[in-house]
């Protein structure tokens, strides 16, 4: 470190489950910051890690020593662990879902804008290059006007995955809110609010109280409309994370797709950005083949560039990529899709987050 750099930033980690040690792994392997603390009742009696560790949030705040935090504990607590943490003045990363309801987000959000908080949300994807570069080419208008986006992801958990984590098979959990939440929040990201969606649901793949597997139709307020398709339990290669090689606990799909989208001049695949366009000199329609080239982007995991996000955001030198405002609409909007499927009709998403926002009221 030399004299006019920043010492590393100290970030304490709440939860030391599978997301947990995931991002103890990326703060040992980044530059700019450093591991103070670890957070988790398994681990309180544990010596095996290079820092201190506690068996609760409030027994290592108490004990000082931290600047920032990344809360990775269940999602039932990630609301309560966010205000202790921003009351104690620490930055914090929060992993998705922001809450277990839209209604209980609305209370983080007003936390962060009492105490002008600095707090991401971890819908971690946003940070890809791949995902940055598909957003300017739709927003720069390269595949023309957007009409249609579809996704899939797909993949068979195994069975411990529910047995050794109780909560994974309980309401706050299911394949909607720990992965299709990701997607929504992607579509969001890339193609604007949604306006209106349809969705079913089904639990008969594993017979869980939660449901592992789910179709949702989109109407997006630009006009597009998309559909998307999630299980836990169906074995397949596509999806998000057989598409990237964001961690070594998903085998890698080399040119893998998990969303195509399609505009008026083209379509793009995301995440290995394939464009297909017609040439210059031929006419635009059905009838001519279409050429296929790459987008450039560079190399990049999204973990350790959301890493790096995070401790400019913790330093104020930066805004969040992912505000808690932010979050709680694309909750809000997981959250209308399991209306929609609960009583197979077409959910108003607008209306639906008005009616959440009014209830809270005093």
């Known amino acids: 470190m030399t004299a006019s750099?920043?010492?590393?930033?100290?970030?304490?980690v709440v939860g030391a489950g599978f997301m947990g040690r995931q991002h103890i792994e990326f703060i040992r392997a980044a530059q700019g910051a450093v591991l103070a603390a670890i957070a988790d009742p398994l681990l309180s009696a544990d010596v095996g890690h290079d820092c201190p560790t506690y068996e609760d949030?409030?027994?290592m705040l108490d004990a000082?020593?931290?600047?920032a935090a990344i809360i990775a504990n269940p999602n039932p607590l990630h609301v309560e662990t966010a205000v202790e943490c921003l009351e104690a003045g620490v930055a914090v990363l929060l992993e998705k879902p922001i809450a277990m309801d839209s209604a209980d987000s609305r209370r983080l959000v007003d936390t962060v804008a009492k105490l002008n908080g600095r707090l991401l949300v971890g819908h971690h994807r946003r940070h890809h290059p791949a995902v940055a570069r598909a957003r300017t080419a739709i927003r720069e208008g390269e595949l023309g006007e957007i009409v249609a986006v579809s996704g899939l992801w797909s993949a068979r958990k195994d069975d411990a995955y529910f047995t050794d984590t109780p909560w994974h098979r309980a309401p706050g959990a299911g394949v909607m809110l720990i992965n299709v939440v990701h997607d929504l929040d992607l579509l969001r990201h890339l193609c604007g609010e949604v306006a209106e969606i349809q969705a079913m649901r089904s639990s008969h793949a594993r017979g869980l109280e939660v449901e592992d597997t789910v179709s949702l139709n989109l109407r997006f307020e630009s006009?597009?409309?998309g559909s998307f398709l999630a299980s836990d339990a169906g074995v397949s290669p596509w999806g998000w994370d057989q598409a990237t090689e964001e961690t070594l606990a998903f085998p890698f799909v080399p040119d893998g797709v998990a969303y195509r989208i399609v505009g008026t001049h083209g379509a793009l695949s995301v995440p290995n950005l394939a464009k297909y366009t017609y040439g210059p000199s031929v006419p635009r329609d059905w009838h001519s083949p279409l050429s296929r080239t790459y987008l450039p982007v560079e190399r990049r995991g999204s973990f350790q560039a959301q890493l790096d996000h995070f401790v400019d955001v913790a330093r104020g030198m930066a805004e969040p990529l992912v505000t808690a405002e932010d979050a709680s609409r694309t909750l809000a909007l997981v959250e209308a899709a399991a209306l929609a499927a609960g009583t197979s009709r077409t959910v108003d998403v607008a209306r639906?987050?008005?009616?959440?926002?009014?209830?809270?009221?005093?």
């Open 64 to 67: 000082g020593g931290i600047d």
């Open 223 to 225: 006009g597009a409309v």
């Open 5 to 12: 750099e920043p010492p590393p930033l100290r970030i304490g």
């Open 352 to 362: 639906f987050r008005a009616e959440v926002e009014a209830s809270e009221q005093p």
């Open 57 to 59: 949030v409030v027994t």
